[in-house]
């Protein structure tokens, strides 16, 4: 088996990947073997087993029914009260399955993921949730290579083919958005997008451009302004936007913690939300419902999303195959005080 290391014994490291091409089978199939799982054929178990011994194939050494002994849950980074409830969703479910939860930032910093795939090496780790980041191709051969189950959570850029991804209905969350102010008499509508390279922004920029559409409104490129779902560009995005000529009477920001941002800039603007400038948010965090005003928002299930990947992940390291590798859980419009018709101009 090519690629396989020496382990200092004379034997070869081989992977659960490697023993399943060898064996004719799939890698969930090999996993069940090494699990002690009862639901694989006497003939097929018989040839795992026998291809495991050959190459000296190491279990990892687990307490008796702990199979997943250890998550790891990856963020770009920390600094958003989402991450809080993604953590929370995923906490609850590892608890309850007895499995520790190790929380990371990478950052974008060189050299950092590289620095975290060493970690999980040494430690073992059973799984892997990665949210709103993607690792570089060689880790993620690595992962697929050590056969460590990988989910991803709103995944930067094309999903890999062989790791379930777990969402929300970004795009009807951003036409129900805008189809709200448009039912409410607006007609100039503003955006504050997300980062382009999330494909939850560009859903949500996607949904909104439909509603417009569909509404027979032209979309406006002036009324489009770069975001990156934190609060402070949530205020430069509207300052922009309410230094246009025609500035607009309505702003759907792509986040909770930007249509913040955006309500402080109107503040110091001396304009009222949402009697001169209705604001929309996105995510529905907890303390939204006590914004001044509250926040009319999209609701998108954070703690709901962490909990399906941590069901899915687990399911993977049992040796599960999983049916659909993309999962979109529903968004919903909480309307709150933050919206109103126009004003008269």
Known sequence: MGGNKDQGDGRRKVTITAIAREAGVSVPTVSRVVNGRSDVAPDTRARVEELLRSYGYRRRTVAPGDRAALLDLVFNDLDSPWAVEIIRGVEEVAHAAGVGTVVSAIH????????????????????????TS??????????????????????????????????????????????????????????????????????????????????????????????????????????????????????FAASDQMALGAIEALRRKGLRVPQDVSVVGFDDLPEMRWAAPPLTTVRQPLADMGKMAARTVLRQAQGDEIDSPRLELATELIVRASTAPPAAR
């Open 108 to 131: 974008d910093r060189a050299g950092a993921a590289r620095q975290w795939m060493k970690n999980l090496r040494a430690r073992a780790s059973d799984g892997v949730i990665l949210v």
């Open 134 to 251: 993607a690792l570089e191709p060689v880790l993620h051969k690595e992962l697929h290579r050590l056969g460590v189950p990988l989910v991803v959570i709103d995944p930067a850029g094309s999903p890999a083919l062989d790791a379930p991804t777990i969402g929300a209905t970004n795009w009807a969350g951003g036409m129900a958005a805008t189809e709200h102010l448009l039912e409410l008499g607006h007609r100039r509508i503003g955006l504050i997008a997300g980062p382009p390279r999330l494909l939850c922004s560009r859903a949500r920029l996607d949904g909104y451009r439909a509603a417009l559409e569909s509404a027979g409104i032209p979309v406006e490129d002036e009324l489009i302004a770069p975001g990156d779902f934190y609060h402070e560009s949530g205020f430069t995005g509207c300052e922009t936007l309410m230094a246009l000529a025609e500035p607009p009477t309505a702003v």
